[in-house]
């Protein structure tokens, strides 16, 4: 499946999007950025915008 039309909605929805997805279907960052076609470097920046980070520990994108 191909999200990277997602990179263009609001940073808050992707949030709660990319979460759930890192709960329920990938375990780790790096399974979601090949699963869902995105770079790292995307998906860091659009977080950025609302002040989240990736936590490898709890799996998910947390705030600063």
Same mark, same amino acid.
């Given at each position: +499946?191909? /999200?990277? @039309?997602?990179?263009?909605?609001?940073?808050? *929805? /992707?949030? &709660?999007?990319?979460?759930?997805?890192?709960? /329920?279907?990938? =375990?780790?960052?790096?399974?979601? /950025?090949?699963?869902?076609?995105?770079?790292? @470097? !995307?998906?860091?920046? %659009? +977080?950025?915008? *609302? &002040?989240?980070?990736?936590? =490898?520990?709890?799996? !998910?994108? %947390? =705030?600063?």
């Amino acid at each position: +499946m191909d /999200l990277s @039309g997602y990179l263009r909605m609001d940073a808050n *929805i /992707l949030l &709660g999007i990319v979460n759930e997805k890192l709960r /329920l279907e990938c =375990p780790d960052l790096e399974d979601l /950025l090949a699963t869902f076609n995105f770079t790292k @470097g !995307q998906l860091d920046m %659009k +977080m950025e915008e *609302i &002040g989240y980070f990736y936590d =490898p520990v709890t799996n !998910q994108f %947390k =705030p600063h």
